[in-house]
């Protein structure tokens, strides 16, 4: 596509249930990002994939946060056991290569009630 | 660990007037660093990429720059307009000390009034 696709734009939880956050990056993208960002905070680093070496996992928050990438395309972020301070927008970017312009995609709020 | 700092956190200023915003990092081995706006309730819109190798970039009013050996970027904004009101965040993407991650600073909220 055009741009960084992020499904689905808004996310209702309740406490302690699992989420499943889809990103579709632009069309030959090796690298992809999750990134959170709280209301009024800056974005915060969760994990960077680059073509098909291992993932950068060192910005993931606990371990009931994982996310996985199939090749160079889509990416799910899933978040189990999801809490109140789980409540963030959660970003995509992708790039042609790791060095160049990231396109970010228009996030996931997810809000946990 | 790359800390990256944006001064001022917030700015007000008339329509028509030049303007700075200023970025600081810790690490200077870094392999580029990119510019964003960011929109209320809406995702990042990229503005300006800089490789360590390159001292400016422009695109129409904007232009940033980049002294790598001090740490510091700035985004130069002409003849400001209503339209440029938003959220301005600068991203350094680390040497291998750092690993792949780009590092945001907090922002500088910009208000341009009409």
């Known amino acids: 596509g055009a741009g960084v696709s992020q499904s689905p734009s808004n996310k209702v939880t309740e406490k302690g249930k699992d989420v499943e956050l889809r990103c579709d990056p632009i069309s030959g993208h090796t690298a992809l990002y999750w990134y959170r960002q709280r209301l009024g905070q800056g974005l915060e680093f969760l994990i960077y994939f680059q073509g098909n070496s291992a993932p950068d996992k060192s910005g993931l928050p606990s371990d009931r946060f994982s996310a996985e990438r199939t090749g160079e395309s889509v990416s799910t972020l899933t978040i189990q056991r999801t809490q109140q301070e789980d409540s963030a927008v959660y970003l995509c970017?992708?790039?042609?290569?790791?060095?160049?312009?990231?396109?970010f995609g228009s996030g996931t709020r997810l809000t946990v009630v | 660990k790359q800390e990256v700092t944006q001064i001022p956190a917030a700015l007000s200023v008339p329509e028509g007037e030049n303007l700075v915003l200023n970025c600081s990092f810790t690490d200077s081995a870094i392999y580029n660093l990119q510019w964003f706006r960011q929109d209320p309730g809406k995702g990042l819109t990229s503005l300006l990429l800089?490789?360590?190798?390159?001292r400016e970039q422009t695109s129409g009013r904007l232009n940033a720059s980049l002294d790598k050996s001090s740490g510091r970027s700035t985004l130069y904004i002409a003849a400001s307009q209503p339209g440029d009101s938003a959220t301005y965040l600068c991203?350094?993407?680390?040497?291998?000390?750092?690993?792949?991650?780009?590092?945001f600073g907090e922002g500088t909220q910009l208000t341009v009034n009409p």
């Open positions: 800089i490789q360590s190798s390159q």
């Open positions: 970017a992708s790039s042609l290569e790791a060095t160049s312009t990231k396109t």
């Open positions: 991203a350094v993407r680390g040497g291998e000390t750092s690993g792949s991650r780009l590092t």
